[in-house]
Structure formats: C-alpha cells, structure tokens
C-alpha cells in the first residue's frame, strides 16, 4: 500500500490493477475530510472474491475499509458517511443491516443504501464508499 502526496491531498492506494485501470485513488484527504472509493471484496491481490457470497463480500469490504482507516490514523466512529450498493437488495437487507449493526456497534452515520442490477464484477453483490471526518473522537 503506498500514499502519495499530490496538491496538499493525501491520496492512498491499495496498490491494486483497478486503481490504474479505472484512474482513481481509494481515498483522498482534503483538509478534515477523507472520502473513500467504494470499496468491495478484493483480496491482497487485487482479485476480486467470493462471488454471490454476500455475507464474506461484507467481511471483506469492511476489512478493507479498515485498511483505508488504518493508514490514515483515524477510526470507525469518525465515519461520518456511507453508501452502500447491493445487489438484490430485498433478498439481502437482512444481512446488509446485520453486517452494519456489526460492523458500526453504537456509532450511528448517515446511511444511504441503494439497490442495484449489478457491480463491476460479474458476482459482487456490495460496494461501500464512506466520508471520515478526522475532528471527530476517535
């Protein structure tokens, strides 16, 4: 994982072949905020897994989120945003609101879950993106 440094933004990469494939950066930094690329189950290799398992989808979205948090020193309850897109949402909602329970505990962010036809990869079933206000308590 690497971090660059381009116009007083802090921009960090997984260092994955989707990045320079689709020209984006997972995350940007700009002044108190960082807001953060959908992320979606991608191994340490840049592969995508798990097709049509939803519930590992999630795990691994929300670890890789974590990574996101991690490098920049900040936690979950600094999210202060998040979108969420699902495919089959009604047969997923169950897990989807289990997986955020989980994953948030207390914290409560805002919340936008969208139902979608389809993702990038033939199989993925979720992408989250979020928005980190970093002046929040840890």
């Known amino acids: 994982m690497a971090t660059v440094n381009v116009v007083n933004h802090n921009v960090f990469n997984h260092n994955v072949s989707?990045?320079?494939d689709f020209g984006y950066s997972q995350a940007i930094r700009s002044g108190d905020l960082i807001h953060v690329s959908g992320q979606l189950a991608l191994d340490e290799a840049g592969e995508f897994v798990h097709p049509d398992d939803f519930a590992a989808?999630?795990?691994l979205t929300h670890a890789n989120i974590d990574k996101v948090?991690?490098?920049?020193?900040?936690?979950?309850?600094?999210?202060?945003?998040?979108t969420l897109y699902v495919v089959n949402l009604r047969r997923n909602s169950d897990a989807t609101m289990a997986g955020?329970?989980?994953?948030?505990?207390d914290h409560r962010p805002v919340s936008t879950v969208v139902g979608v036809?389809?993702?990038?990869?033939?199989?993925?079933?979720?992408?989250i993106s979020i928005v980190v206000d970093t002046t929040l308590p840890a």
């Open 100 to 105: 955020n329970l989980a994953y948030f505990g």
């Open 18 to 20: 989707a990045e320079s």
């Open 57 to 59: 989808q999630l795990q």
């Open 117 to 127: 036809s389809e993702l990038t990869f033939p199989g993925q079933a979720v992408e």
């Open 69 to 82: 948090l991690d490098h920049y020193g900040v936690t979950r309850d600094q999210i202060v945003s998040q």
